[in-house]
């Protein structure tokens, strides 16, 4: 696609329910990143996806979060249980082959996930 | 852990100002600096990546500067817009094995008309 795409762009969810968040990266886009945003906090690193591996997962914050992606395309990023400290923008972004390459990124609108 | 501090958090300034902000980051293992603004409900937008010692990069009325000796950038906005009015983030790469960005906490600025 022309640009990067997240969906849902805003989520009301219920603590403990599992919710599911898509990105839809720029075609040809190798490079894959999640971070997420919490009130009053900068850009935190979650995952990162080369292809359909992912090299670094170091950011995920504990075993509720968990994210795949098919080959060169869509990513999803799954929260099971949520809490409310999981409330949060959720900004996916791509990159041609990766920041080590000194390529930027293009990041997607986000997802702002409120857990109540 | 590697750290990107930028100063101040906020700031307020009128039409017409010219206005700057700063980065601060690891001068060690050193391989990109990246400004992306970043409006209300919409996408973070990138402006620069610079890689070398003493890079100066402009588009429009905004500039930035980079130092890597000793670990920080500036920003510069001449003439400050209204619709300047955005988070501006800097971001630091190792490049090597390192596959993500390490973001700032961001410089909210508002310009009033």
């Known amino acids: 696609g022309a640009g990067v795409s997240q969906s849902p762009s805003n989520k009301v969810t219920e603590k403990g329910k599992d919710v599911e968040l898509r990105c839809d990266p720029i075609s040809g886009h190798t490079a894959l990143y999640w971070y997420r945003q919490r009130l009053g906090q900068g850009l935190e690193f979650l995952i990162y996806?080369?292809?359909?591996?992912?090299p670094d997962k170091s950011g995920l914050p504990s075993d509720r979060f968990s994210a795949e992606r098919t080959g060169e395309s869509v990513s999803t990023l799954t929260i099971q249980r949520t809490q409310q400290e999981d409330s949060a923008v959720y900004l996916c972004?791509?990159?041609?082959?990766?920041?080590?390459w000194g390529h930027g990124y293009t990041f997607g609108s986000g997802t702002r996930l409120t857990v109540v | 852990i590697l750290n990107v501090e930028q100063s101040p958090q906020s700031l307020h300034v009128q039409e017409g100002d010219s206005t700057n902000f700063t980065c601060s980051f690891p001068s060690s293992n050193f391989y990109a600096l990246h400004w992306y603004r970043w409006e209300t409900a919409k996408s973070p937008e990138a402006l620069f990546v610079m890689t070398l010692n003493g890079d100066e990069k402009k588009k429009g009325r905004i500039s930035a500067t980079l130092n890597t000796k000793e670990g920080y950038s500036y920003l510069y906005i001449k003439g400050s817009q209204p619709e300047d009015s955005a988070t501006y983030l800097c971001a630091f790469s190792s490049g090597g094995s390192q596959g993500n960005l390490i973001f700032g906490k961001g410089t909210k600025l508002s310009v009033k008309p």
């Open positions: 972004a791509s990159s041609l082959k990766g920041q080590a």
């Open positions: 996806f080369q292809g359909n591996s992912a």
